[in-house]
C-alpha cells in the first residue's frame, strides 16, 4: 500500500519564476493538504482540498493556489517566487472526517 | 488563534536516560493533541494522539504523553531512551471539525550512544 507521494524531491527555482509540486495520495484517502515548512520551524498549513475543492487555507499570499484531480491526487503551485519561499513542502492525506494525516517525503524548494 | 509551544528547541540525552518533551498549547476550546516524529530522511510520522477519554496516551515505540486540560499541556515521555530515537519532535493540536493542523518549532532530539 503506498503511502503519500510527492513530486519532485528537490527543485531550485529561480526568483519571480513559478512552480508546481505534485502529491498522490495515501490509496483510500480523499483529502489532501499542503504545509511549508521552513528550516528551523514547525510546518504551517497552506490549504486543504476535498472533493476538488479548497476547503480551508491557512495565512500564506494568493501567489500560492492549489488543484486537486478527481484520483484525489493534487498540486501546489506558486507564483512569482520570493526567496522567502525557500522551504520543504509537505502533502499530508486523511481521509475526510478523520484528522490523522499521514504525511510524504516533501519537496524542498530552493529559490535563488 | 491556536498555537503551539515547544520549550526544547535541542536536547542532547545519553541512551537509557529518561526522556521529557514540554508541549503547551493555546487554545480555548476541545482540541485533538499529537506528537509526530522526523527521523533523519524520512517523513513525519504520528507518534501519538489524543482525541478524548484517557489523558494517558501510549503510542509507538514505548512513548507516552500525558494531557493536562488545566495546564494547557501535552508533554511527551519515555522511560529510557534509544539511539534510534534520535529525531525531531514536534507537538501538533487541531480542533475538532477544523481542517488545519497547527504545529510547534520541534525539538532535536540527539541520542548519544
Known amino acids: 500500500d503506498a503511502g503519500v507521494t510527492q513530486s519532485p524531491t528537490h527543485l531550485i527555482k529561480t526568483r519571480g519564476q513559478q512552480v508546481t509540486l505534485r502529491c498522490s495520495p495515501k490509496?483510500?484517502?480523499?483529502?489532501v493538504s499542503w504545509y511549508q515548512q521552513a528550516l528551523g520551524q514547525g510546518p504551517q498549513f497552506i490549504f486543504q482540498y476535498y472533493e476538488e475543492e479548497e476547503r480551508q487555507r491557512g495565512n500564506f499570499p494568493d501567489r500560492f493556489s492549489g488543484h486537486q484531480f478527481p484520483n484525489y491526487s493534487s498540486e501546489l503551485n506558486v507564483n512569482a517566487l520570493l526567496l522567502g519561499d525557500s522551504a520543504l513542502y509537505l502533502c499530508?492525506?486523511?481521509?475526510?472526517?478523520?484528522?490523522?494525516?499521514?504525511f510524504g517525503q516533501g519537496t524542498r524548494l530552493t529559490v535563488v | 488563534a491556536q498555537s503551539v509551544s515547544q520549550h526544547n528547541h535541542h536536547v542532547i540525552l545519553s541512551e537509557a536516560a529518561s526522556l521529557e518533551l514540554g508541549c503547551n498549547y493555546s487554545y480555548g476550546g476541545t482540541v485533538n493533541l499529537f506528537w509526530y516524529v522526523q527521523y533523519p530522511g524520512q517523513h513525519l510520522q504520528l507518534l501519538l494522539k489524543?482525541?478524548?477519554?484517557?489523558?494517558l496516551v501510549k503510542g509507538i515505540k514505548g512513548f507516552e504523553a500525558e494531557f493536562i486540560k488545566s495546564k494547557f499541556s501535552f508533554n511527551l515521555r519515555k522511560p529510557s531512551v534509544q539511539w534510534s530515537d534520535t529525531a525531531e519532535y514536534f507537538c501538533?493540536?487541531?480542533?475538532?471539525?477544523?481542517?488545519?493542523?497547527?504545529f510547534g518549532k520541534g525539538t532535536r532530539l540527539h541520542i548519544l550512544p
Open positions: 499530508a492525506s486523511s481521509l475526510r472526517g478523520i484528522t490523522e494525516a499521514f
Open positions: 490509496s483510500g484517502h480523499d483529502t
Open positions: 489524543y482525541f478524548s477519554g484517557d489523558p
Open positions: 501538533a493540536v487541531n480542533a475538532p471539525r477544523d481542517d488545519k493542523i497547527i
